[in-house]
């Protein structure tokens, strides 16, 4: 098991923002946050990557401790995509090889350059990739957060919204891309994600979230009508569609 989160509790004052959070995630493993607004996904995203210290419990990747790593060492372990970001001043290429960082002591190697480039051209930004980052596009944007935090190589990538800017097109080229590279290289992902649909064809594990707690988690299963009236207070129909389940509003 690569990720283990047990008894996970973060608050900014004495009422907890979220309390008993507790999950696994292992190799392949695409697990999906989701739930109304406000109910702490993104939270629970920062707590993982100790942007904020948890009041109590334990988050251990490949059985270590992420609250004892020291920056270098955590950045080895989380990649982390958050919904805003901005790198000014450099070029596309640039900002996407800043994913390198953690393995670089003073120069920058061929292995690093190939690593970068092989994966702007997966993800389709080798036509911008001279292109300073402040004038692209809101969406390809976010591709190149995307593009910064495979190129870490992380154990664990943590993606906060990470379809959120783009179009149809995209959002299907970046999940199956994170798909094939979590699955092709033995890490996990967790991400927050406001489209069930999008999320039951790429995903395999869920969360659903309800007032700062896991209200159901599971597989697919747990994306049925009653767990979504109960956590949304919305009456769906949940169909199959070519073997992968559809939540359609009544």
């Known amino acids: 098991m690569i990720l283990r989160v047990n008894g996970v509790e973060f608050g900014y004052g004495d009422e907890p923002t979220i309390a008993d959070i507790g999950f696994e995630a292992g190799e392949g493993d695409l697990v999906s946050i989701v739930g109304p607004n406000g109910v702490g996904k993104t939270t629970l995203l920062k707590c993982l990557n100790r942007v904020h210290r948890l009041s109590s419990g334990t988050v251990m990747v490949n059985g270590d401790d992420a609250m004892d790593l020291d920056r270098r060492e955590l950045a080895k372990r989380f990649g982390y995509v958050p919904q ?38 997966m993800l389709g930004l080798e036509g911008i990739s001279q292109k300073h980052v402040d004038s692209i596009s809101g969406g390809e944007y976010q591709l190149v957060q995307i593009a910064r935090a495979i190129v870490q190589q992380p154990r664990v ?34 991400m927050t994600n406001h489209d ?21 988690a599971g597989g697919r299963e747990v994306i049925n009508p009653g767990n979504i009236h109960e956590v949304y207070g919305l009456e769906v129909y949940v169909e199959e569609m070519n073997g992968i389940p559809l939540v359609i509003p009544k």
């Open 196 to 216: 069930l649909n999008l999320s039951l064809r790429y995903c395999n594990r869920f969360i659903m979230m309800k007032g700062g707690r896991i209200h159901a």
């Open 84 to 121: 805003r970001a901005h790198t000014s001043g450099s070029t596309v290429f640039e900002a996407v090889l800043l994913g390198r960082r953690p393995y670089v002591d003073w120069d920058v190697s061929e292995r690093d350059l190939r690593l970068t480039g092989r994966v702007i051209r």
């Open 157 to 190: 990538m943590l993606l906060d919204e990470p379809t959120s800017n783009l179009d149809l097109s995209n959002q299907h080229r970046i999940m199956g891309a994170i798909s094939h590279i979590v699955r092709e290289n033995g890490m996990c992902a967790v």
